[in-house]
Each structure stands twice: as C-alpha cells, then as structure tokens.
C-alpha cells in the first residue's frame, strides 16, 4: 500500500506564507467577494470581437425553450426540420410538438433498458455495464440518431397538438420517481431470468404502467389531428384527419436516412464507423457515427451552412461560456489569472480521458463568418434556452471554442468526398457504456 501524503502543520504554514508573499492574492480575494467569479474573469476586449455578423447565413425563426428538461437533443433537430415545414406553408414560423416524441423516448427507453438488463442478467449488480445501466434508467439525454428514429417510428405533429406540460418541461419532478420504479422493475426481471421463466408477459405489463404513467404527466399522444394554418399572406389552410406519420411525409419528407453523424474524437480511431449497441431509445435501430479529424467536420459544417440548411450539433456547453450575454470563447474568461495564476494545458484527448469533457448539450449552427482566407472565426449558434438568454437566443462561439468543445455534428451524406462516403461501408466498432463520448 502507497504511504499517505497528510496535510500536516508544517505544510499549512508553508502555504500560509506563500499567501502571504503575494498581496495581490488579498486584492483579488476582496475583488472576487461581492462579483462571481464568470464575471470577474470575463474580458470585454475579447468579447467584442466576437460580433454578430456573420458572411454565411441560415434563415431561422423563433427561438424555442427547452425550459427545465434535458432535451436539447429533440430541440435542435426538431429545429433543423421545421425550416422545411415553414417553407413549404410559406408560413412566418412553426414549431413541432417537442412533448409528442418526448413521450415516446421515454417509454422507448424504458424498454431498452428492461433490454439492456436482461441482456445482462447473468452480471453482478456491481459489474460495470450493470452497474453503468442502474444509475440512469431512463436519461433525459440524447443525440441525431435517437431523435431520427422516434420521427420514422411515431411520426411528428405541430405544437399545438400536443402542447407542453409542467413534466414535459421540468422533467426532474418525475424522473426519479420512474427511475425508483424501473429499478425494482430490474430486479425481478433478473430474478425472473436466473430462474429461467419467460419474461414476455411480466416485462409488458411493466411497460403498459410506464405507458400509463406518462399519459397522466405528458397526456395521450392523438392519432389524428387537422392541420390548420394561416399563411403569410393571409390565407387560410386546413388539411384534414391527417395521422403524424402523413404529416411527416407530406410536410417534412422521407429523406431523413440521408443524413449522418460525424464525429471528431481523438480517443478513437480515425476513418472509423462506431456504434453504441446499449445506448439509444427505439431498440430495434443503432447510433451510428463516422470518425473524421476536426478539420474534415468543420469543412463539412461549413458546406452544408453554404448549402442553406443549418446545422445540429453536440459539444460540451460548460467551459468558457457567458450565457447572459451569449458568448462561448475561451478568451473571454482569465480564469487562471483571477484564481492566482493557475495554468491549464490539456489536450482535447486528455479532457476526455480524465472526464474533464463530454458532450452535454445539442445545438443548430446556423451562421458562419468566414476571413479573407476563408477561414472560420466565428459561429451563429440557434440554442433552445428561450429568448431572454444570449442575443434574445443566439449565441456566438468562437473558431477556438469550436475546436476545443465540439464533438459532433449531423449533414447530408452528398456532402461527403468519396473516399468518406466508402467509409461508411465498414463495420461499426461498439463503443463502451461508459465512453467519454456515450
């Protein structure tokens, strides 16, 4: 066994005086004491670099809110998509129901985690991919792919027809409650498994209380509904007893396998296609990503900004962002230097590796401001926080944020070269439960 390394007198004293030595630290200690520490740190120069001006530009509409609910994923995919509906209406905005297809995701998820647990009901509580499954049973999270096959399955209808509830936008209220339920739910389907008895029948009547549940929090999803609206000139439209599978055909269209998920992770193999067999919702399909270098996934952001169609993408949302005022910018913060002179160098790999970084929140890009080189400096950002935060929603990331804290992003497969495109042909390699990038 290593000895132990104690704080004793000694070493106090010696940190003591090392304070003590440097009176700027009293100064910065009595500045910090009535300013948080973001605004302490925050540098206006660097700040007003970063302009909400952009050479290349997709048309938005309004922003929407996501409020108390981790569905940034079904947010900016859904927001991707409704240009298409608002396009074909000639309309001055429209939003899909965001609460429809987080109904679905969870009673999706719930059976992929009763999957998942018999898979392994031959592990120990405490094996690791038991263990991984047990803390989350039904996460709030998720990616392009979760979103895309929710939409195949159960279609999508506009807003007002399934409209939001205090659970659909403040998911914690709930969560643990059906966390607590699926747990237990766990145990007896393994206690079911080791005795060798057929689970069919116990794991559906599981899920019909799931079922059942969520239509007491979210409401009964409709199987049919009009679609009534009014044009921007004024004219009214009215399609009748449309299913939401028509409706996705006839307004957003079937093309939605056309596009795929790049990665840039410098943890994994380069020129490779990845899996998450244990992740998602809809169980009978898979996450499919395709690693690039971080140059490929920009130049391919950027052709598809070029193209008009915006962009969705995952990154972690944690360091070096300023959400009042809606910047994303490690120059923007001196951090380091507020907190006497701490330094900070690990790479992106090593961020991952030590759990510094993950992918925590879903975007859409949808502007770029391109140099006389034609080099990125700056990116529009649509989030889904609702108008009082940002630029009454935007944001603006850096070229040196997107470097650092993007991870991924979804475009159209006639975007890539050929010798990418061959790449999507190969086998994918599953990715750990745990992944950094999971």
């Known amino acids: 066994m290593n000895r132990v390394t104690p704080i004793d007198a000694r070493m106090l004293e010696r940190f003591e005086q090392g304070y003590a030595a440097r009176p700027e630290l009293n ?136 409209p939001e509830t205090v659970h659909s936008t403040g998911t914690a209220k709930y969560l643990p409650i059906l966390n607590r339920k699926l747990r237990e739910d766990a145990l007896e389907l393994r206690a079911m498994a080791k005795e060798g008895k057929d689970t069919a029948a116990r794991r559906e009547e599981m899920l019909a209380e799931i079922y059942n549940a969520l239509c007491i929090l979210y409401g009964q999803p409709p199987r049919s509904f009009d679609f009534e609206y009014t044009d921007k000139d004024e004219h009214y439209h009215c ?32 020129n490779r296609t990845y899996c998450q067999p244990f992740m998602g919702d809809v169980v009978e399909e898979n996450m499919f990503w395709l690693n690039l270098s971080q140059e490929e996934l920009e130049d391919l952001t950027i052709r598809q900004l070029q193209a008009g169609e915006g962009v969705m993408f995952s990154c972690d949302c944690h360091p070096d962002g300023d959400r009042a005022n809606g910047y994303w910018d490690p120059d923007c913060f001196q951090y380091g230097e507020v907190l006497g002179g701490l330094t900070f160098g690990m790479t992106k790999a090593e961020r991952l590796l030590t759990r510094e970084s993950t992918m925590n929140h879903c975007m859409m890009f949808c502007g770029v401001n391109l140099d006389e080189n034609g080099k990125a400096d700056r990116w529009k950002i649509e989030n889904s926080w609702g108008d009082a935060s940002g630029q009454k929603g935007y944001y603006i990331g850096s070229e040196k944020w997107f470097k650092a804290n993007v991870y991924q992003i979804t475009v159209r497969k006639n975007l890539l070269s050929d010798a990418q495109r061959a790449l999507l042909d190969q086998e994918p390699l599953p990715m750990k439960l745990w992944d950094p990038l999971a």
């Open 27 to 162: 100064v910065m200690s009595n500045a910090v004491s009535r300013t948080a520490l973001p605004d302490a740190a925050f540098v206006p120069a660097a700040a007003a670099k970063l302009r909400m001006d952009f050479s290349v530009l997709v048309k938005t509409n309004n922003i929407t809110n996501q409020k108390q609910s981790g569905r940034c994923w079904m947010f900016s995919t859904l927001n991707v998509l409704r240009q298409r509906v608002i396009a074909k209406c000639d309309l001055e905005d429209f939003s899909f129901s965001p609460t429809y297809l987080a109904f679905y995701d969870k009673l999706e998820k719930a059976n992929l985690f009763l999957e998942n647990i018999l898979h392994f009901a031959d592990q120990d509580l405490t094996d690791r991919e038991t263990y991984t499954l047990l803390g989350n049973p039904l996460p709030d999270g998720g990616q392009w792919d979760m979103a895309i096959s929710l939409i195949k399955k159960y279609g999508v209808v506009p807003s007002w027809v399934m």
């Open 239 to 270: 399609d009748r007893n449309l299913t939401p599978h028509t409706f996705l055909e006839k307004y957003v269209g079937n093309d939605l396998d056309d596009y795929v998920v790049i990665i840039s992770s410098p943890i994994h193999a380069l």
